[in-house]
């Protein structure tokens, strides 16, 4: 059983940054993708950023140029670095691992981000 637990979200002002991180238990480096997911309130769970296991990156338009998705695979934690915030991006950000391109997901509980304005 993989999990993952996200931690960095908090109360940042518009044009702030922040770094969010995922802690998982397993072995990442093996993993086939990882990706970082925005819940904005009352919509549905948006792909921010996916990481492959080749170190591979995409990330949304809406938040190209100002969010970097990295990943450690010694400390088996990814990151997404926020840069630039906007009100807009305030939401709860989710973890999300596939480990094998067939097999299930893992999803963390997620770290709440709001941008003031």
């Known amino acids: 059983q993989v999990q993952l637990v996200e931690s960095g979200g908090g109360l940042v002002q518009s044009g702030g940054s922040l770094r969010l991180s995922c802690v998982v238990s397993?072995?990442?480096?093996?993993?086939?993708?990882m990706g970082w997911y925005h819940q904005a309130p009352g919509l549905q769970r948006e792909l921010v950023a996916q990481?492959?296991?080749?170190?591979?990156?995409e990330t949304a338009d809406s938040v190209k140029g100002r969010f970097t998705i990295s990943k450690d695979n010694a400390k088996n934690t990814m990151y997404l670095q926020m840069t630039s915030l906007k009100p807009e991006d305030t939401g709860r950000y989710f973890c999300?691992?596939?480990?094998?391109?067939?097999?299930?997901?893992?999803w963390g509980q997620g770290t709440q981000v709001t941008v003031s304005s």
């Open positions: 999300h691992a596939k480990p094998t391109s067939w097999g299930r997901s893992y």
């Open positions: 397993g072995s990442i480096a093996s993993f086939n993708a």
């Open positions: 990481v492959t296991r080749d170190g591979n990156t």
